[in-house]
């Protein structure tokens, strides 16, 4: 029986899931807007006939990463739809493309199989990026990874199915699949043992996504994400940082014990080797790492964020964190991934980690005023 029959109880979810993000948001300073809006549809161009070159849905691409792939998409002249409901991404990251006739905004949501449906008509290339991507949620609210993350992503599946339209499927996974990995750095080849529910929910739905493509015939290709960070995030550790040093100028509080480190990488990299892995794999599935060579430790990003912000003698204060200085039960500590297999491709990241960590404050101080 499928779990979500009626708008009735994927509202009751939805409203379930704004009551948890905001006891969340109190408790842990978990800066993510809850869904609370009653389910509507806003198409703002009509796109009625599949183009030549396909046509692209992009899940969650109202969000940070999703609208970066969507204006790559648009401006090298693909046609785009794009499926939010809004949760956390916004029209204003989408604002240049909402009038332009190859482009249909659709504000709905993956756990309302009629938005999907309508939503993946005539798409022959479907980019889910929707989900929740908020790692510190899973140890307090674990459903909420499950519904947004594995039941959202088998919904996305079931539509692309039955609609036959669907000739390739792009999903961004996480380096949370690993766990602690053992090899540094991390090949796509290393054991899969995650840590947290996120990263529990990114493996279930990779391999929901390669039984359907191997089952029914779509080509499938799933990029294992590192921090990925710039311009429109409105969450991870420099947004957070940026939002605290805001309110306090003197003082500092940061999870863990600051030695945790990890590897960054520019939203601009990113995107480009999304496009370039899509284009050139050959495989039904393959899988691909993304992130930058180097990594990062968690207080010389305090310390960059804090010089971005032109303060000087900054205080921190170390939670000393949980299970040897992580920042929450389910942190990964360290975490670096081989891009080997992307870079086999002829993509090479432009920026290291903590070039990337200063790009990307510059943008969000920008951003904030
Ligand atoms: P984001 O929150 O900015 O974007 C996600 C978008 O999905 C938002 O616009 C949100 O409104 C939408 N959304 C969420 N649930 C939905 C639902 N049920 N129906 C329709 N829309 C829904 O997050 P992001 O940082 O852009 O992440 C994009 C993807 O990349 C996610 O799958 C995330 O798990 C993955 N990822 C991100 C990072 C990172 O560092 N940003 C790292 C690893 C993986």
Sequence with gaps: MPLF???????NVAERTKRILYTLQKSLDVHI???????????????????DQGLFLVT??????????VDALMNQGTEVKVLDNLSNGS?????????????QFIEGDLLNKKDVAESAKN????????????????????????????????????????????????????STVYGDAEEIPTPETAPLEPISVYGASKLASEALISAYAHTYGFKARTYRLANVIGARSKHGIIYDFIHKLKENPHELEILGDGTQAKSYIHIDDCVKAM??????????????????????????????????????????????????????KGDVKYMLLSTTKLKALGWKPKLNSTQAVRAAARSTINELG
């Design 5 to 11: 029959k009626s708008l009735s109880q994927t509202a």
């Design 91 to 103: 029209l204003g990251n989408i604002q240049k493309w909402l009038h332009h006739k190859h482009f």
């Design 275 to 328: 496009l370039i892995g899509q284009k050139a794999a050959e495989k039904a599935v393959e899988v691909f790492n993304l992130g930058s060579e180097d990594w990062v430790d968690v207080k010389t990003i305090a310390t960059a964020v804090a010089e971005e912000m032109g303060l000087r003698n900054v205080v921190f204060h170390f939670t000393g964190g949980v299970d040897g200085g992580r920042g929450w």
């Design 60 to 69: 969650g691409g109202a969000g940070f990463v999703g609208s970066h792939l």
């Design 33 to 51: 807007k809850p869904y609370n809006k009653p389910l509507t549809r806003r198409g703002h161009a009509q796109l009625t006939k599949p183009p």
């Design 123 to 174: 798409c022959s290339v479907i980019c889910h990026l929707a989900a929740n991507p908020e790692v510190k949620l899973s140890s307090v609210a674990p459903d909420v990874h499950f519904e947004q993350n594995i039941i959202a992503t088998y919904n996305l599946l079931e539509v692309a199915r039955q609609s036959n339209a669907a000739e390739s499927l792009v999903f961004t996974s996480s």
